[in-house]
């Protein structure tokens, strides 16, 4: 099992550039979550999908969607990107009824 | 706003000596989580404690949490090398039956050989 795998691991944008960062999990998890990581703030909780089919916002949710495509995968999109999306973005994925998240390896992305 | 925040915001110890890190929240929790961090990765889970425990043993970490006070502590006996990281509380925020959680800032222990 690989649990939770992200793509890209690096990416560097222009301000202004759209980008799709991807998320899978294979342990057939229900719920998945976007965070990102700043310098000194923690992780905090951009988006999440309790279930197929839905999503929902989370703490800092302005300049991104996201896509459950399917229970697997939980794609995060910066529509137009901007220096202050600049950090480590890391998505989860816990099991129904249960409090443990499992983390992927983070993608590490910088605006230009 | 965060939920939960650690101190000390940075730690170093040597190897062998106990290292303990503390959390505090705001609001009233379910349970509170400990993971940890290893430089460049993903957060790992370590502990997980209910609001109605006071107490939990895992190897060689020990978590206590005071619902009166809002704070629990992590701590790890006989420190290696190895469990140089940064180390984070979460607390559980529950909305429409969906489990979220808000991490604090994190406390960053260095043990030294």
């Known amino acids: 099992n690989a649990g939770v795998t992200q793509t890209p691991k690096f990416q560097v944008l222009k301000t202004g550039q759209s980008m799709t960062l991807q998320c899978a999990q294979d342990?057939?998890?229900?719920?998945m979550y976007w965070y990102r990581q700043d310098p000194g703030m923690g992780l905090r909780l951009i988006y999440y999908s309790a279930s197929e089919g839905t999503t929902d916002k989370g703490e800092v949710p302005n300049g991104y969607n996201v896509s459950r495509l399917n229970k697997r995968e939980f794609s995060l999109r910066l529509e137009s990107a901007a220096p202050s999306q600049t950090s480590v973005y890391f998505c989860a994925s816990s099991a129904l009824g249960t409090d443990t998240q499992y983390f992927g390896p983070g993608t590490r992305l910088t605006v230009l | 706003s965060q939920q939960g925040e650690e101190d000390p915001q940075a730690l170093s110890i040597q190897e062998g000596e106990n290292a303990t890190m503390n959390c505090s929240y705001k609001?009233?929790?379910?349970?509170l989580q400990w993971y940890r961090q290893n430089s460049g990765r993903g957060l790992v889970h370590l502990i997980l404690?209910?609001?109605?425990?006071r107490e939990k043993h895992s190897g060689r970490l020990r978590v206590t949490l005071d619902t009166s006070k809002k704070s629990s502590s992590l701590l790890i006996t006989a420190s290696r090398a190895a469990d140089t990281a940064s180390y984070f509380c979460a607390t559980d925020w529950r909305t429409s039956g969906t489990y979220k959680y808000i991490f604090g800032t994190g406390t960053r222990l260095k043990v030294l050989a």
């Open positions: 609001t009233s929790i379910n349970n």
């Open positions: 342990m057939n998890h229900n719920s």
């Open positions: 404690i209910r609001s109605n425990e």
